[in-house]
């Protein structure tokens, strides 16, 4: 245990990608681009169909930064046929974590904001 993490209560945008189960070795890449190009606070693959990605509210950038994935997505959705079956939703709200002294979040954030982005 390191003596240089605590938990926290913060604010953060949370961005939601469902695959609709047709995540494959050409469609993973191009997701897993957007979302590292987005430099969000937080990111993992929560099951086989879906990722989400947390943006710290705190973060003067957090806003455009969760914005561009979710424009980069929604393009992917009404240009590119493979990706016709995903969704994505996009919820703001406060959740715990546990972040470094630098401030990185360690661990997923957790509260009911994720569940709204899972749900939109």
């Avoid at 969760?66 to 995903?86: C, P, T």
Wanted: hydrophobic share 40%.
């Amino acid at each position: 245990m390191s003596l240089f993490k605590k938990t926290v209560q913060e604010d953060f945008i949370i961005v939601h990608i469902s695959t609709g189960l047709t995540l494959n070795e050409v469609s993973h890449p191009i997701i897993i681009n957007l979302i590292e190009s987005s430099s969000p606070s937080y990111s993992q693959l929560l099951n086989p169909d879906s990722y989400i990605a947390y943006y710290r509210s705190k973060r003067p950038d957090s806003r455009l930064l969760a914005e561009r994935l979710l424009s980069g997505v929604q393009n992917l959705i009404l240009n590119d046929e493979k990706f016709s079956d995903f969704k994505v939703g996009l919820s703001e709200g406060t959740m715990v974590t546990e972040i470094d002294w630098k401030g990185k979040v360690l661990l997923p954030p957790l509260g009911g904001a994720g569940n709204v982005a899972i749900k939109n």
